[in-house]
């Protein structure tokens, strides 16, 4: 038999979501990008959704995680803070254990 444990991993602050693999990758894009806009697009996500994820995001963190600069004739940007990229990894590195603990779990679930 096949077994599979499934999983998702988010990081809540006062019983909302801060981070989760979505807004990760959300951040990810915008750190490439240097764009909110150029980063909803890419995901497939409307610019209002991308704005309040990070809006959501930055509120809820102790620091801001994105410097979103208004538009103009240059047009605007958009930034990842050190905290932010500290707190992408931090993530990260929580995401990959939390994985490599339940690929442990599942050689037990396997043995019977």
């Known amino acids: 038999m096949d077994y599979k444990i499934k999983s998702r991993i988010w990081i809540e602050a006062d019983g909302n979501i801060l ?3 979505g807004r990760v990758h959300l951040i990810k894009a915008i750190d490439q990008t240097g764009s909110l806009s ?3 697009k890419s995901m497939g996500m409307s610019y209002k959704k991308a704005w ?6 930055n ?3 102790e620091q801001p995680v994105i410097i979103l600069s208004t538009g103009g ?3 605007g940007g958009a930034q990842l803070t050190p905290y ?3 707190l992408v990894s931090t993530f990260e590195t929580i995401n990959q254990n939390c994985w490599e603990f339940l690929d442990e779990q599942l050689v037990i679930i396997e043995k019977f």
Request: no cysteine; proline share 0%; hydrophobic share 40%.
């Open 19 to 21: 981070l989760g693999e």
């Open 38 to 40: 150029k980063a909803a």
């Open 52 to 57: 309040s994820l990070i809006d959501a995001v």
């Open 59 to 61: 509120k809820r963190a």
């Open 73 to 75: 004739k240059g047009g």
């Open 84 to 86: 932010g990229k500290s």
